[in-house]
């Protein structure tokens, strides 16, 4: 039987915030068309100063502040503090933007403001719900501002797959998920290494594969798991690539091949 699918998403999450591909009008609506008969949809709450302040300085914090972006990135580090909650008994999704793999303690690139991965697992971590994580990051675009703030720490493993060629990838995720142990297994989830994509790389169906692969590591530990949307631009495909995923991570079929 199929974990339940749940994802976290905010309407907030379909303005356009910036000018970037990443807050790009039609981009969340296309993932919504995809999914939303097939998941269940809960309501993103904000993140607190708390948790960001756990992360970021107050000087990076005061920057995005300045720009009119702290609502919009806190409410994504918010929905991913919950899809980590929910992800330490069922799988589940953060459905956000702006992303947050580029986002340092005190600096941003790439359309990240916040780091929402690294603000949600600390946030388990200082709550006592986890002793140690792992982040799978497979988005095209290595994850600098993850590792900036969690590579240091001995309770966190982080995997950003550089193989060039598919099989290759797809084989040192699976190394990786099998040998190593974690309380909750968190993927960055970025689909810009699409084969239609900017990347040219991953079928639809490797993204289900690797859902896959991440809930067989986390029952097989015992543990939790969940994703958070990074990158992907071509919303012809982003939806399909989401859903794809999704159903690995939850366990069930996946529904289609049109665009793999």
């Given at each position: 039987?199929p974990?339940k699918r749940?994802?976290y998403?905010?309407?907030?999450?379909y303005?356009?915030y910036?000018?970037?591909?990443a807050?790009a009008e039609?981009?969340?609506?296309?993932?919504i068309k995809a999914?939303?008969?097939k998941?269940?949809?809960?309501?993103?709450?904000?993140?607190?100063?708390?948790?960001?302040a756990?992360?970021?300085t107050?000087?990076h914090?005061a920057?995005?502040?300045?720009?009119?972006?702290?609502?919009?990135a806190a409410l994504?580090?918010?929905?991913?503090i919950q899809?980590?909650?929910?992800?330490?008994?069922?799988?589940?999704?953060?459905?956000?933007?702006p992303?947050?793999?580029h986002a340092?303690?005190?600096s941003?690139?790439g359309?990240?403001?916040?780091?929402n991965m690294?603000i949600?697992?600390?946030?388990?971590?200082r709550?006592g719900?986890?002793?140690?994580a792992?982040?799978l990051?497979f988005?095209?675009?290595?994850?600098?501002?993850?590792?900036?703030i969690?590579?240091?720490?001995?309770?966190?493993?982080?995997?950003?797959?550089?193989?060039?060629?598919?099989d290759?990838?797809?084989a040192?995720?699976r190394?990786?998920?099998?040998?190593?142990?974690?309380?909750?297994?968190?993927?960055?989830a970025?689909?810009d290494n699409h084969?239609?994509?900017?990347g040219?790389l991953?079928?639809?169906?490797?993204?289900?594969?690797?859902g896959?692969m991440?809930?067989?590591?986390?029952?097989?530990q015992?543990?939790g798991?969940?994703?958070?949307?990074?990158?992907g631009?071509?919303h012809d495909?982003l939806?399909q690539?989401?859903?794809a995923?999704i159903?690995g991570?939850?366990?069930?079929?996946?529904?289609g091949a049109a665009q793999?």
């Amino acid at each position: 039987m199929p974990a339940k699918r749940t994802v976290y998403f905010h309407e907030d999450f379909y303005r356009v915030y910036t000018s970037d591909p990443a807050a790009a009008e039609g981009r969340m609506e296309a993932v919504i068309k995809a999914i939303r008969s097939k998941v269940n949809l809960v309501e993103a709450d904000g993140a607190s100063e708390v948790d960001i302040a756990s992360v970021h300085t107050p000087e990076h914090m005061a920057w995005v502040r300045q720009r009119g972006l702290f609502d919009i990135a806190a409410l994504a580090a918010g929905a991913t503090i919950q899809s980590a909650l929910t992800g330490m008994t069922d799988p589940s999704f953060a459905l956000v933007r702006p992303p947050g793999h580029h986002a340092s303690a005190g600096s941003a690139w790439g359309f990240c403001y916040f780091n929402n991965m690294a603000i949600a697992l600390s946030h388990l971590k200082r709550n006592g719900h986890i002793s140690t994580a792992l982040v799978l990051d497979f988005d095209l675009h290595f994850g600098d501002g993850t590792v900036n703030i969690l590579g240091d720490k001995d309770w966190v493993t982080i995997l950003n797959p550089e193989a060039g060629q598919r099989d290759r990838y797809l084989a040192q995720v699976r190394h990786t998920l099998e040998t190593s142990k974690a309380d909750i297994i968190g993927v960055s989830a970025g689909f810009d290494n699409h084969v239609r994509d900017w990347g040219g790389l991953l079928a639809t169906e490797d993204y289900h594969q690797m859902g896959t692969m991440v809930r067989l590591a986390s029952e097989r530990q015992g543990g939790g798991c969940f994703g958070v949307l990074e990158g992907g631009y071509n919303h012809d495909v982003l939806g399909q690539n989401v859903l794809a995923f999704i159903e690995g991570l939850s366990g069930a079929e996946w529904s289609g091949a049109a665009q793999s």
